[in-house]
């Protein structure tokens, strides 16, 4: 029988870039991450961050990094798994309370034998392993998901040094829009302009693949 491969893996956020935000001074985004098929048995692994972006950027930053905003997983891994982001669309004051509530409340309340393995809050992480967060933030009215993103991952590449980091395109889920008005005040007109197409690059998202004891 061939002995499996397995190896630990620190995966941690370093930078995030979304092109149509570029004008925006500050917004707020729920950040999704997932790992599917980390190992035999287990389906799906599911990390959340409350993220702003200034101008449509977040970096690691320079000085004093926190450890807990950049952490997305510490996960055993073996063969072929697959990493999966999503970002929502900018949040209003209302949703990005909403999502903070849910964050922390839904993950004291969900019961201990629905966990496969521990979970943790820190800063405003919420780390766990199954989609239940992920489900109850997308069922909130104000929330759509802007850009999207997958990719495969073969631990063969992987050595007891690896230290990596890798560049995913971000894709936009739906067509990005902007209202374009017209006419007078008196006799207004609305029209709706595609400036991002469904499917198409907008913007990268970073991460840092680390192999750990």
Same mark, same amino acid.
């Given at each position: 029988?061939?002995?499996?491969?397995?190896?630990?893996?620190?995966?941690?956020?370093?930078?995030?870039?979304?092109?149509?935000?570029?004008?925006?001074?500050?917004?707020?985004?729920? $950040?999704? =991450?997932?790992? +599917?098929?980390?190992?035999?048995?287990?389906?799906?692994?599911?990390?959340?961050?409350? &993220? !702003?972006? /200034?101008?449509?950027?977040?970096?690691?930053?320079?000085?004093?990094?926190?450890?807990?905003?950049?952490?997305?997983?510490?996960?055993?891994?073996?063969?072929?798994?697959?990493?999966?982001?999503?970002?929502?669309?900018?949040?209003?004051?209302?949703?990005?309370?909403?999502?903070?509530?849910?964050?922390?409340?839904?993950?004291?309340?969900?019961?201990?034998?629905?966990?496969?393995?521990?979970?943790?809050?820190?800063?405003? $992480?919420? =780390?766990?392993? +199954?989609?239940?967060?992920?489900?109850?933030?997308?069922?909130?009215?104000?929330?759509? &998901? !802007?850009? /999207?993103?997958?990719?495969?991952?073969?631990?063969?590449?992987?050595?007891?040094?690896?230290?990596?980091?890798?560049?995913?395109?971000?894709?936009?889920?739906?067509?990005?829009?902007?209202?374009?008005?017209?006419?007078?005040?008196?006799?207004?007109?609305?029209?709706?302009?595609?400036?991002?197409?469904?499917?198409?690059?907008?913007?990268?998202?970073?991460?840092?693949?680390?192999?750990?004891?």
């Amino acid at each position: 029988m061939v002995k499996k491969k397995r190896v630990n893996l620190e995966i941690t956020l370093v930078d995030i870039h979304i092109k149509t935000l570029l004008q925006k001074s500050q917004t707020r985004h729920i $950040l999704t =991450a997932e790992l +599917v098929w980390p190992r035999v048995l287990i389906a799906q692994k599911t990390a959340q961050k409350k &993220i !702003l972006l /200034q101008k449509g950027n977040w970096h690691q930053p320079d000085s004093a990094p926190s450890w807990c905003e950049r952490i997305l997983f510490k996960e055993t891994v073996d063969n072929t798994f697959g990493i999966r982001c999503e970002i929502t669309a900018p949040l209003g004051a209302l949703a990005w309370r909403k999502a903070g509530r849910i964050m922390t409340a839904g993950a004291m309340q969900i019961g201990a034998d629905l966990l496969e393995d521990s979970f943790s809050i820190a800063g405003e $992480l919420a =780390a766990l392993p +199954v989609d239940y967060l992920a489900k109850e933030i997308k069922n909130l009215p104000e929330t759509s &998901i !802007l850009v /999207q993103t997958e990719t495969d991952i073969n631990i063969d590449d992987f050595n007891e040094n690896t230290n990596k980091k890798i560049e995913i395109p971000l894709l936009v889920e739906h067509n990005i829009t902007k209202t374009i008005r017209k006419g007078s005040p008196r006799n207004p007109s609305h029209t709706k302009k595609i400036i991002q197409q469904e499917g198409t690059e907008n913007g990268s998202i970073t991460l840092q693949i680390k192999v750990i004891p």
